[in-house]
């Protein structure tokens, strides 16, 4: 017999699914098909079983070219030492979730793996929690290419990575080749990270960036604070509109790093200073053979020796 908590649990979620409908309705959205339900982790769709989820091996060599294009999926993308390409899809849900998921591919032509997605989500309604996310493992020598994804995580590359993404957070760590990155809104994270050319731009978001050094490293953002710890530099620029500014250079650094803020102070310990006022500084890393720029253009600035890396 079922208990009259259970009925009116049922119900209610019903009735919020409903009301979910009718403001798809009345926002203009389409309703041309009947909504899809889970129920505590169930499977969407009532009384349907889940869909299958994306597992795919393929064998690729040790440099293949792999293509991500999976619009707002979370990936995992972590490098090893092996010669395979692996590609495991997971989905966890609780609570009540309506609409649907588009399926992901994977694909091998030649020596490019690509994954891809026919569309963003189509979950309308979520009660509890949802989370679509793609674990990706590549030879530590593949050449990778963002274009699309949620939230990224790369580890392990010891070539090029390249990831310009609409949104999302993306962070990069154990990293040997350079880095081009972009997200149009989120955090950008760089831990123990080494190239020649390293770029990191947000549109909105912060750039934090751990024993990163590079020939040349440019990051920017519209919105959001730039923190580096035991940063490299030589040649590059590190700006934001608005938000502070906190660095730390190593000391096999060597350039003439020129600071300034529109409105702040700057402030610098530890280094040779040739000029200085309260908003702009001109300091001297090594034998100053390179030129590196760091502003802001509404906050202070604060810049500190750190380790070598």
Do not use: C, W
């Not at 940063?231 to 250079?249: I, N, P």
Request: hydrophobic share 40%; net charge negative; charged share 20%.
């Amino acid at each position: 017999m079922i208990s009259r908590s259970t009925l009116i649990g049922a119900l209610v979620v019903v009735e919020l699914g409903i009301a979910g409908l009718a403001t798809e309705a009345i926002a203009g959205g389409s309703i041309s098909r009947p909504p899809q339900f889970g129920f505590g982790g169930g499977a969407f769709g009532a009384g349907s079983g889940a869909p299958d989820r994306l597992h795919r091996s393929f064998v690729a060599g040790l440099a293949p070219h792999v293509v991500i294009d999976v619009h707002d999926v979370d990936v995992v993308l972590q490098a090893d030492s092996g010669s395979a390409v692996r590609v495991d899809e997971t989905l966890q849900r609780s609570g009540f979730v309506s609409g649907d998921v588009p399926p992901l591919t994977a694909q091998q032509s030649l020596d490019v793996v690509r994954v891809s997605s026919s569309g963003e989500n189509g979950v309308h309604v979520v009660i509890g929690s949802f989370q679509h996310e793609l674990r990706i493992t590549v030879p530590s020598t593949a050449r990778v290419e963002f274009a699309s994804a949620g939230r990224i995580d790369v580890s392990g590359l010891r070539t090029k990575l390249l990831a310009h993404i609409p949104d999302g957070a993306i962070q990069v760590r154990d990293h040997r080749g350079d880095v081009d990155v972009s997200t149009g809104s989120g955090r950008i994270t760089m831990v123990d990270v080494q190239g020649s050319d390293i770029a990191a731009n947000t549109r909105d978001g912060r750039i934090y960036l751990t024993r990163v050094g590079a020939d040349r490293i440019n990051g920017s953002t519209s919105s959001g604070r730039i923190v580096g710890v035991d940063v490299r530099a030589v040649d590059g620029t590190l700006t934001t509109r608005d938000g502070r500014v906190v660095l730390s250079f190593t000391g096999n650094s060597d350039a003439i790093v020129s600071a300034h803020t529109g409105a702040g102070h700057v402030r610098v310990s530890g280094f040779t200073i040739t000029e200085s006022d309260d908003q702009r500084s001109v300091l001297r890393l090594g034998s100053g053979r390179g030129h590196f720029e760091v502003s802001t253009a509404d906050g202070p600035i604060t810049i500190t020796p750190g380790a070598s890396v």
